[in-house]
């Protein structure tokens, strides 16, 4: 059954001032930087993209829709591109596969034997962290980082003002890291 807060986040209704763009709306286990990308993708508008499965077995109509229903609720994980068909949740979620090969072995004996090799195939799904910052980043344009002063030193020595400012260059810096010590970034 659809309520209106999932018709929301589906894409299906545009509410402006939802309740859901306030800090009171984002999942409280979410991680410091998934918490701060979230207070700025809450109250985006989500106007493009292609659709999203969730965990929950939902379609979202886009992965901004996605990311805001992970906000307010970190327990839906993202499931695969496109609609959610046939399913009614995932309880877990692939996010690597293996495979294994059998080949036959001779010996110095003449005999064969199985050869069995296993390979680790690279990931299949995006962790939620790199959608948070995928969303984010596309809508670099529409965020605006007056949330504050509470200066972050970055691991490139630069100081930046904030948490969503530090994130905007992270967008550019992929590698970059939040330094625990501020003194890595005295200037000289």
Do not use: W
Not at 50 to 74: I, L, Q, W
Not at 78 to 102: D, E, I, K, Q, R
């Amino acid at each position: 059954m659809l309520t209106i807060h999932s018709l929301i986040l589906l894409g299906l209704i545009e509410v402006a001032g939802s309740e859901c763009v306030a800090v009171s709306c984002i999942d409280p286990s979410l991680g410091v930087l998934d918490y701060q990308s979230c207070l700025h993708i809450l109250p985006l508008p989500c106007t493009s993209g292609s659709e999203v499965c969730g965990s929950d077995g939902v379609t979202y109509a886009t992965r901004c829709h996605f990311a805001k229903a992970h906000c307010v609720s970190a327990s839906i994980t993202f499931a695969h591109n496109g609609p959610c068909v046939g399913m009614t949740s995932y309880t877990t979620l692939p996010t690597t596969s293996a495979t294994t090969a059998t080949t036959m072995k001779t010996t110095t004996s003449g005999h064969t034997s199985p050869l069995t090799t296993n390979s680790l195939l690279a990931s299949t799904t995006q962790s939620i962290s790199d959608i948070l910052m995928e969303v984010f980043c596309h809508n670099l344009p529409s965020i605006n980082c007056n949330t504050g002063f509470n200066v972050v030193c970055g691991s490139d020595g630069n100081l930046y003002p904030n948490e969503c400012e530090f994130s905007k260059a992270l967008c550019h810096s992929p590698g970059l890291k939040m330094m625990t010590e501020i003194s890595s970034c005295v200037q000289s």
